[in-house]
């Protein structure tokens, strides 16, 4: 192995795992939050993708541009979810990981169908000549940068310390850390459970949104396209720690550059082999996870 | 106990059942079982076959006497008193296992007279097994392992080409132009892990050796990857005069993306169709790889010879608003011939129909494809479906070989950088 594809293999598989950090960050948060596992993470990200697209089919807006659009539509989605579905599944008596799962796990099945349905089954791309960095990719000795992932890696970048910043600085991030230390107890100080929950779907559902956006750029849509993608989100929770925000952003990373090298390594097809490694070799120091507190 | 009345009103149902079931020896609906993914990431494969298996029933059951087909003239099938044809789709969604239960009920719960499908050669490997348990036909229109009609089944067919002809034609293709003086020494095998892939690049692996080539990158690559960039990198570093890809819609479409952004222009492209004969595939990346090549079983073209192929391809598209390709094309091809063999039986018994199409023999001129005829051998593969190479040019699919076939000269290498 030459320097030059070294060195092209770390950029590919940090560009990458910025992108795995950003899907994965919301699947965190919210299981930070509130104890559940949200089993439609990847269709969020999928409906975001054809938000995108729908925005520049339509509007004709560059896919750039269509970002804030799709993360605010995917806030409302998020939201929604919470106070249509797991909201009410949490009322359950017993057995009540169960019923969460159950009930995000039907609600993936049921966005995947309607997507089917309404978007039909054709593989879409955005279109080349609406797209300001598609396909563009720029040079540095040897190494290609493709600059769709280079820009998508750092909205990453910009949306893990702004979501740093809303954690530490803000009211609402108060909030949102005192719900997720003791649910029970914020009420005594009038803090509303159910706003904070509403609210940390909303943003959860945001930045898978912000991911599912920036892979628009370059990636085929369809209504399946996430399955691959939040099989890695939940790797990358696991192996960061259950509910770190900063855990996703360091695993993240480690799933890409794994992913990247092992294929390299081995034949391509056990690429896979890499990461379920990587976590099984956390799993055994740490079980938590890198950065878990639980 | 049973008393006088009730034994007198269950005696009344039995006959009552006999009667009709006396009655339905002449059906009104012939049931085809069609097993396609509908579902997941190659649903839009699935619901294009949908289409394709439309117009088939559409040329059955109606008379279209302007066709020059088996079952066009009259409508229904007349060995059967003019009974329909019905297709019943289950959704595999790619998945072996769940391809064996859908064929499993559409046999025992809705009484399917034969099956169709798959599109995904490892699930017709588990579907044409629960086929040949029951007793009832399995037409393969669009799997082309080779191993699929290796394994003794007495009720698996298939009409169409395997990987192991289409890959010959390919390497003919490659030794004519050594012949003509152009640079063709090495290839770079780039497959997916299932049964299509792995059979496929074992074919290609094996010719290449026999006829000189070498190999310079052999990479088995995992099936809807989210990232192909390690993949890539590899086959711009081996650089070979020829890319040869076998390959599903999801993951060519990734892989020329992948190659646009890690600089890689590879010379030449001799692809095992797949995804590479998709609209959707040449919509989204055709014009970054101009000039590729393609083995099918079908080429437009030939509507210029035959009309019948144009006039199917129109009924197609009207409903579809694509062209036919190599797909939907097979699909098509298959239905029709199932019919047909359904008809010949003058039966809904699997045994008959499995006769029936054993002694199949349908001159190429009365499909819609560039085949000499259609009869099935011991194995139950049809050794005379000759494949096309197509070339994507300019916006469409040129036949570039063999030389009988063809309407244009291939452009080689793709692009002259």
Not at chain 1, 54 to 67: E, H, Q, S, T
Not at chain 1, 213 to 226: C, G, R, T
Not at chain 2, 93 to 107: N, V
Not at chain 2, 247 to 260: A, E
Request: glycine fraction near 10%; aromatic fraction near 8%; charged fraction near 15%.
């Amino acid at each position: 192995m030459t320097a030059q594809i070294f060195l092209q293999i770390v950029a590919s598989g940090l560009l990458m795992g910025l992108i795995y950090a950003l899907i994965a960050v919301g699947l965190s948060l919210i299981f930070g939050l509130m104890d559940v596992v949200n089993f439609a993470h990847g269709e969020f990200m999928m409906l975001a993708m054809y938000a995108v697209f729908g925005a520049v089919v339509i509007i004709g807006i560059d896919p750039l541009m269509a970002m804030p659009l799709a993360v605010a539509a995917l806030f409302v989605v998020g939201a929604t979810a919470y106070l249509g579905v797991v909201q009410h599944a949490m009322r359950a008596k017993a057995n009540i990981g169960m019923v969460q799962i159950f009930a995000t796990f039907g609600l993936a099945v049921l966005i995947r169908g309607v997507s089917q349905f309404l978007f039909t089954s054709d593989y879409r791309n955005v279109p080349a000549e609406r797209n300001l960095l598609g396909g563009k990719t720029i040079e540095l000795g040897g190494v290609f940068l493709p600059l769709p992932q280079l820009v998508g890696a750092g909205i990453s970048v910009l949306a893990f310390v702004g979501l740093w910043l809303l954690i530490t600085r803000t009211d609402f991030g108060k909030a949102l850390e005192a719900t997720r230390e003791d649910a029970g107890a914020v009420a005594l100080v009038g803090i509303d459970k159910n706003r904070v929950f509403t609210l940390g779907w909303g943003l959860g559902a945001s930045l898978v949104g912000l991911a599912g956006a920036i892979l628009a750029i370059f990636y085929y849509i369809h209504p399946d396209v996430a399955a691959p993608f939040a099989l890695i989100a939940y790797v990358t929770v696991a192996l960061g720690g259950f509910g770190s925000v900063f855990g996703a952003l360091v695993a993240g990373i480690m799933v890409g550059l794994a992913e990247a090298l092992t294929a390299t390594i081995l034949p391509p097809a056990l690429k896979s082999v890499g990461i379920y490694a990587l976590y099984l070799g956390v799993l055994f120091i740490r079980p938590k996870g890198l950065f878990g507190s639980l | 106990m049973l008393s006088r009345r009730e034994f007198a009103g269950g005696a009344a149902a039995l006959a009552t059942a006999l009667s009709t079931g006396a009655r339905a020896q002449a059906p009104q609906e012939v049931k085809i079982g069609a097993l396609y993914p509908l579902s997941g990431a190659s649903a839009q494969i699935g619901n294009d076959a949908k289409t394709a298996f439309e117009t088939a029933v559409d040329i059955i059951n109606n008379a279209h006497p302007e066709l020059d087909l088996p079952l066009g003239k009259e409508p229904g099938l007349p060995g059967l008193g003019g009974a329909k044809i019905r297709v019943i789709y289950a959704d595999h969604q790619g998945d072996p296992q769940k391809g064996r239960a859908e064929a499993e009920r559409l046999i025992t719960q809705e009484k399917v007279t034969a099956l169709v499908g798959t599109y995904q050669s490892a699930v017709a490997a588990t579907v044409s097994q629960t086929a040949e348990r029951y007793g009832v036909p399995f037409l393969s229109a669009d799997n082309s392992s080779p191993s699929l009609h290796r394994r003794g089944l007495k009720y698996f067919f298939r009409a169409a080409a395997h990987d192991e002809m289409f890959s010959a034609i390919m390497f003919d293709f490659l030794d004519s132009l050594k012949k003509k003086g152009q640079k063709v020494e090495t290839l770079a095998l780039f497959y997916e892990d299932t049964i299509f892939g792995t059979d496929s690049s074992n074919v290609q692996r094996k010719l290449a050796g026999e006829r000189g080539y070498k190999l310079v990158a052999d990479i088995k690559y995992r099936a809807n990857s989210p990232s192909l960039t390690a993949e890539v990198q590899q086959l711009k570093a081996a650089n070979a005069d020829v890319l040869l890809p076998s390959s599903y819609t999801t993951d060519s479409i990734l892989l020329v993306k992948t190659m646009g952004e890690l600089g890689y222009k590879p010379k030449a492209i001799l692809a095992q169709a797949a995804g590479f004969s998709e609209q959707t595939f040449v919509d989204a990346v055709g014009k970054q790889v101009e000039n590729y090549i393609t083995r099918g079983s079908f080429s437009l073209d030939l509507a210029r010879k035959r009309p019948t192929v144009g006039k199917v391809n129109e009924m197609f598209k009207a409903k579809s608003g694509r062209d036919l390709n190599d797909n939907t094309a097979r699909e098509f091809m298959a239905l029709l011939l199932l019919a047909e063999a359904i008809d010949r039986a003058k039966s809904t018994d699997g045994a008959k129909i499995r006769e029936a199409l054993a002694t199949t023999n349908i001159p190429g001129e009365k499909t819609i494809m560039p085949w000499k005829k259609v009869g099935y051998a011991e194995t139950g593969q049809n050794n005379d479906a000759d494949p096309v190479l197509l070339q994507y040019t300019g916006g469409k699919f040129l036949t570039i070989f063999p030389e009988q076939a063809a309407v244009a000269e291939a452009v080689w290498p793709m692009s002259k950088s």
